[in-house]
Every structure is written in structure tokens, then in C-alpha cells.
């Protein structure tokens, strides 16, 4: 085994996890006991939707890649908990966590990694490729970095509404050193447009440490200094963090209409992908640590049950229903049927699906 | 001659490559620490140390772009992309730079880059990541390109384009990384621009790239065993410079071509083999020319629908039919 990469997350990031100093942060103070059970719920059906993913990709029922948010739950629960009718997101390729924030079901998100017309894209997209616009949630993409400018456009055509809303744009640690994130970066700045760059540095590009391949002024949010934007870190172990953080981005991008860089520690429990063995650029002692002292789950219902908003009879609950749901899901995804051949030349033009008496063209569109 | 897969036969060819001439740098995502996404370059660290194998950020762009200026004053880099998918966050580096120096520069200037990666549908990863895009850059003057379907192939057109003074770009594919086959141990190159005819016949030519070919074999077989139909495939192996002369006397002796290939049908290699062979062979054909490509949709993700989105035996064989009814 290569030696094990050396942490970059800084230390006060790592501190064990205890009582969240931003339990009292106005945008955490004001949840109600309701609102604060339901975001622990939304975080464990996250945990657990994505353990019951491993069996099934294990059974052979997902194939391709299987990219897991197991560890970075805190990091989609906390900033999409704040969102309004106006706040738009999209993300990379490591989207289910973000697809069940926003509210997708289930069902629709398992059904897909399986290619099951009844899917959220009709088995079409895949894991990588979740969408759920009508949630305000633009997917879901393969490439690392092409999101950034499509956010920036959102953005953009939020102000061009002229609607009070901002987009947060989700993408990794590797993913700050495209040049797609650079010119977005730019253009954010530069016209003033409400969005949110969340990196979610989880300290790898696949098997790349982050040192091994970023070079930065001491964090990678810094870097909006040199497109003059603001920034912030944030340890995304803590939920009330990523809220109380995230607020002041989103304030900014409502009221000033201005854009933010934002770097949420995290860290993933498992490979990169399923295909990733795991086994050549960090230690198994790394892994544990996190898990044990750092769990943004476990820590989130710790500080709960010393709030005594949650019961450890109530967490079990909680946990043993979203396996249920999570069980019922993969039930579902067995049983539902596949897209047919027809459908493979449905939904590449509007034109195409629409075509009527008002079509003027002529043209043939589709080959065979 | 020993047996080895076709990855193992990309990565002798790199080897070998890597110990005849230290001006040879691998460079590319995950190709040294980690090995390498899909394996190819596996041992290679170890084998030559960080100077020559290269570890970069995901920053296609910048890493292609640097090798693109580095072969200007001599290096000969060999970049993995991890698939070639991600050569579109390049494209202008690709295009606009490797492939137009040496005609801006009025031949002053040559651009001795390979660029290598898998381009392949059929392993269930959507869209975003199953693009074969040999057509696309072979439409442009400059550039080369090479689609080896065996592991023969493999070895010998690596230490071509390694060897070549232009700009060559090696489409592998992951579903063939594990497929064996027959390679000298001494020294060889496939050269670039020669069509291997991977099977004698004589009622129907089949042309294919890639693992079209393997795809193409396959059909071949079952027309002679369930049809008595003796096919002749050829495989052109490198898509430019096109072996014109194989097809054309390919086609001259069966006088029926059917064009297999797992791009899209649009725009596709074939469309340009189709006008080939009838501008060329036009009295040899005894029926118009067929094609079998994938549905002309964007990748889909279901891994059923994906199967016979692309070319597969039942539907070569059913248009080879065609062709010979
Ligand atoms: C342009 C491009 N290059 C390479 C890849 C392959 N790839 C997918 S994810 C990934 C690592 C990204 O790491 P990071 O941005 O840190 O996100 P994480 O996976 O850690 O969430 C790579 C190299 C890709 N999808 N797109
Ligand atoms: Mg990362």
C-alpha cells in the first residue's frame, strides 16, 4: 500500500464531533422541533438509500458506476434545507443525495440506477444523470466541472426573471481545476449573478489526494479572491455549520445579487465508485476515523438527543424506516419494466416529440 | 509468441516504447499512483519513476494543451485520457492546436503527440461517457487515428503512433481490455494507414473498426455455418489515413459491402467508406452498399436497451441478409 495521504482538511475541522457551535445560529435557533426531526430524517433516508444501493449494485442489478455520498450527507441536507421557491441546484455526477433532498422519491431514484423506464430520467440517464426540474434540481452530471457554467446560467436567468433566487452549484475537490469552473467564476463575478460554488471537499479526486493535485492559496475557496468573490469555509460534519454558513451566501445572493465560493469539508466512506477497490491512496485508519469521531449523521442525532428533540426510540424509528423505504424502493426497481427500443429515439428533440401541424421542417432528424 | 490481453499489450507497447526513447513521457489522470483507471498503465511508476510517468489534475485542457507544446520542442508524450469522452473539455487543444500547427506553421513545426484512452458505448454509463468520436476528429486534416480491435493490433499501432512525427489518437475499448490474443515477442509496429483483413471470403465484404470487428467475426461465422455465406471482414484499423486499397479490392472480389461500426449513424466512418466504395467500385457492386451503426439517439443508459442500441451479432447477420438477398 502507497503511504497514506496526509489530511489536508485543516485540523479545527476535525475536532471530534460534539455540540455544534451554530446550534444557536438564528437559521438552526428558529427550526421547530418538527422541521429538525424531519432534516435528521432526510439525512438518515440519504445513509440508507445509498447502503441498500451497495447490495444491489453487488447483486448485479446497477452496473456502470456507482458513485455513493455515504460521509457527505450533512453537505446536500444542510444547504438544500435552506432553499425557497426561487433556489435552484445542480451538482456532478455524485447526485442521489442531492435528488432525495430536493424530494425526489425513492422509488423514481432506484428505478433508475437499475434503467428502468419508470426511472426519474426513464432509464435514460443513469446514476450520474439524475433530473428533477420541476424540484428546481438540474441534474446530475457526468462531467466534472461542465455543471459550473450551467449553474451560472441558472443564475443568471434567475436575475434575468427578475426573481429573488440564487443556484448553488455542487462540485468536487478534483473538479476546482477545470477550466469550465475558472470561466464561470469569472462571469459570476464579473455580472454580479446569484450563485453558490459549494465545493464539497471530500480530499480526493478519485485516487488523487488533494495536494497531490491543487495548487491553492491555503484553501481551494480562496482561490475567489482572484475573481474578487466571496468565500467561506465550512466543516461539513456539522449540519448547523453547513446552515448557518450557507445562509449568509444565500442572503448575499438574494439581497446583493452577488456570488460566493463555498468549501465544505466532508469526506466519502467508500471508493470513488463501486469500481474503485479502495485500496492504494489512503489508509483504512483514515476511513475510521472519520467515521467513528466525524459521522455527520450519527453527530447531527447526538446533538438532537442533547436537545432531546429526538428520542433514541424515535431515531430507531426514523433509521427502520427509511430502510423499509429504501427495501420497498429496490422492490419496486425489480419489478418495474424496461424502456423499449422505441424509446431509445425518444426525447432528443423537442421538435421530434412534438411533431404536429405547426411543424415546418421537413427534414429528417433521426437516422437509421 | 506469447498470449496477452489487450491491455497488457498497450502497456508492452508504452513499455517498450518507454525504454527506447527517454524523450517518451505517459501523462494522464490516475495513470501512476493509482495505476492507471483502467489498468493500463499499471507498473509503470514503478517501472520509470515520477519523471516519466506522470500523474495531472483533471484539467484535460491544460494537460493536453501542454503536451501539444511540449512534443513542439521534442517530447513525445503519450496522454491517457480516461476515456475519450472527456476529450470534449479539450476539443480545442485536439483540433485547433495539435492538428493545425504543422499547416499554420508552413510545415515548420510538428506535433508528435499520442493521445490514448477507451471510446466505447456498451458499458452502461449514459451518455455523458460511452461517445466515440474517431469520425469527428478524423474529419480533420492533420490528425490521425487509430481503432485497434485486437490485442496485436493494439501493441503494434501504440508503438506506430508512438513512432509517428503527427499528431495520432488511439480509440481503445474497455470491453476489449480483457480479450486475449497472439503477440510477437520481437520488436513490431502495425503501420498507420494499413486495413488488416481479419477474415477471406468471398460473397460479402464487411468493413469495421474497433470492436465492430470482433462483432463482425462473430456474424461472420454464423452466416457460413446457418447461411452458407462465406464473408471476408476487414478491418480498418486506422480510420486515417484510410487503406482505401483493401476496401476497393475487397470489394472488387465479393462485389457486396455492409459497413459495421458502433458509431452513430450520422456523419459516421462509414458514410465516408459508403462514398468511397461507390465513387471507386461503383460497376464492381451487385447491391447498394448497408450500414449497421447504433440507433441514432444519444447513449441510453439502460444496459438492455443499451445492447441493442449498438450493433450486435443478430442485427449484423440480419443485415448481411439484406445485402445478399
Ligand atoms: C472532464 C472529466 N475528466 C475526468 C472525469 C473522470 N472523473 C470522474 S469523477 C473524477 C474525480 C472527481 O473528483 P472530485 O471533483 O473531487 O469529486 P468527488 O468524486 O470526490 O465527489 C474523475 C477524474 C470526468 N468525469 N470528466
Ligand atoms: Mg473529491
Redesign the pocket.
Given at each position: 500500500m502507497a503511504k497514506p495521504a496526509v489530511l489536508t482538511h485543516p485540523e479545527s475541522l476535525k475536532r471530534p464531533a460534539g455540540p455544534s457551535e451554530y446550534a444557536k445560529d438564528p437559521v438552526n435557533a428558529s427550526l421547530s422541533k418538527a422541521e429538525k426531526i424531519a432534516l435528521y430524517t432526510k439525512m438518515a433516508r440519504i445513509r440508507h438509500f445509498e447502503q441498500r444501493c451497495i447490495r444491489i449494485y453487488q447483486q448485479g442489478k446497477i452496473g456502470g458506476f456507482l458513485?455513493l455520498y455515504v460521509g457527505?450527507e450533512a453537505v446536500a441536507a444542510g444547504t438544500i434545507s435552506l432553499l425557497g421557491k426561487h433556489d435552484h441546484i445542480i451538482t456532478?455526477?455524485?447526485d442521489h443525495g442531492h435528488g432525495l433532498m430536493v424530494g425526489m422519491g425513492m422509488n423514481e431514484c432506484m428505478a433508475e440506477l437499475t434503467g428502468r423506464v419508470t426511472g426519474c430520467s426513464q432509464g435514460k440517464g443513469g446514476s450520474m444523470h439524475y433530473f428533477a426540474p420541476d424540484k428546481n434540481y438540474w441534474g446530475g452530471h457526468?462531467?466534472?466541472?461542465?455543471q459550473a457554467p450551467l449553474g451560472t446560467g441558472l443564475a443568471y436567468a434567475v436575475k434575468y426573471l427578475g426573481l429573488k433566487g440564487s443556484c448553488l452549484a455542487y462540485?468536487?475537490?478534483?473538479?476546482?481545476n477545470?477550466g469550465a469552473v475558472h470561466e464561470a467564476y469569472n462571469l459570476a463575478s464579473l455580472w454580479d449573478l446569484p450563485v453558490i460554488f459549494v465545493v464539497?471537499?471530500?480530499?480526493?479526486?478519485?485516487g488523487?489526494s488533494?495536494e497531490r493535485s491543487t495548487a491553492h492559496p491555503g484553501c481551494l475557496a480562496k482561490r475567489a479572491e482572484g475573481y474578487n468573490m466571496a468565500w467561506d469555509v465550512i466543516n461539513g460534519h456539522d449540519v448547523y455549520e453547513v446552515r448557518a454558513k450557507t445562509a449568509i451566501a444565500l442572503k448575499r445572493a438574494h439581497e446583493e445579487s452577488k456570488p460566493t465560493v463555498l468549501e465544505i469539508f466532508t469526506y466519502?466512506y467508500f471508493g470513488?465508485?463501486m469500481a474503485d477497490p479502495d485500496k492504494t491512496y489512503r489508509d483504512k485508519e483514515e476511513i475510521k476515523e472519520y467515521r467513528e469521531k466525524k459521522d455527520p449523521v450519527l453527530a447531527f442525532e447526538q446533538e438532537l438527543l442533547r436537545e432531546k428533540v429526538l428520542t433514541p426510540e424515535l431515531s430507531l424509528q426514523i433509521n427502520e424506516a427509511a430502510m423499509a423505504e429504501a427495501d420497498k424502493a429496490a422492490v419496486f426497481a425489480d419489478e418495474s419494466p424496461d424502456p423499449t427500443v422505441a424509446d431509445i429515439t425518444k426525447h432528443i428533440y423537442w421538435e421530434e416529440d412534438n411533431r404536429g401541424p405547426k411543424t415546418t421542417s421537413r427534414g429528417t432528424i433521426i437516422f437509421e | 509468441m506469447a498470449v496477452i490481453s489487450y491491455r497488457e499489450a498497450l502497456r508492452a507497447a508504452m513499455r517498450e516504447e518507454l525504454k527506447r526513447d527517454d524523450k517518451v513521457v505517459i501523462m494522464g489522470?490516475?495513470v501512476a499512483q493509482f495505476n492507471g483507471?483502467y489498468k493500463v498503465t499499471e507498473g509503470l511508476l514503478k517501472e520509470f519513476g515520477p519523471k516519466r510517468i506522470v500523474d495531472t489534475p483533471?484539467s484535460?485542457a491544460g494537460f493536453i494543451g501542454l503536451g501539444i507544446g511540449a512534443s513542439m520542442l521534442g517530447i513525445r508524450p503519450v496522454m491517457e485520457?480516461?476515456?475519450w469522452?472527456?476529450s470534449y473539455?479539450a476539443f480545442d487543444q485536439i483540433v485547433n492546436n495539435a492538428g493545425n500547427i504543422r499547416y499554420m506553421s508552413g510545415g515548420l513545426i510538428n506535433c508528435p503527440i499520442v493521445i490514448r484512452g477507451p471510446a466505447n458505448g456498451g458499458t452502461n454509463v449514459g451518455a455523458?461517457?460511452s461517445h466515440t468520436p474517431e469520425a469527428i476528429l478524423a474529419s480533420h486534416p492533420g490528425i490521425k487515428v487509430v481503432c485497434p480491435a485486437t490485442p496485436y493490433d493494439a501493441k503494434g499501432l501504440m508503438k506506430a503512433a508512438i513512432r509517428d512525427n503527427d499528431p495520432v489518437y488511439v480509440m481503445e475499448n474497455t470491453i476489449l481490455y480483457n480479450d486475449k490474443g497472439e503477440v510477437p515477442d520481437e520488436d513490431y509496429i502495425v503501420p498507420l494507414g494499413v486495413a488488416d483483413v481479419k477474415r477471406v471470403g468471398t460473397d460479402l465484404t464487411i468493413v469495421a473498426h474497433g470492436r465492430a470487428v470482433i462483432t463482425s467475426l462473430k456474424a461472420a461465422e454464423i452466416l457460413e455455418k446457418e447461411h452458407g455465406v462465406s464473408v471476408e471482414v476487414v478491418d480498418l484499423r486506422s480510420i486515417r489515413p484510410l487503406d482505401e486499397e483493401t476496401i476497393l479490392a475487397s470489394v472488387r472480389k465479393t462485389h457486396r459491402a455492409l459497413l459495421v461500426e458502433e458509431n452513430k449513424p450520422f456523419c459516421g466512418v462509414d458514410a465516408q467508406v459508403a462514398y468511397l466504395i461507390q465513387s471507386k467500385a461503383f460497376d464492381e457492386l451487385d447491391a447498394p452498399i448497408h450500414r449497421v451503426s447504433s440507433i441514432d439517439a444519444p447513449q441510453i443508459y439502460c444496459k438492455r436497451m443499451e445492447d441493442l442500441q449498438m450493433p450486435n451479432v443478430e442485427r449484423v447477420v440480419a443485415e448481411a441478409l439484406k445485402v445478399l438477398a
Open positions: 458513485h457527505q456532478g455526477y455524485r457526468g462531467i466534472v466541472g461542465g462540485m468536487g475537490d478534483g473538479a476546482v477545470q464539497e471537499n471530500n480530499g480526493y479526486s478519485m488523487t488533494q466519502r470513488h465508485s | 489522470e490516475e483507471a483533471i484535460e485520457l480516461m476515456f469522452s472527456f473539455v455523458t461517457h
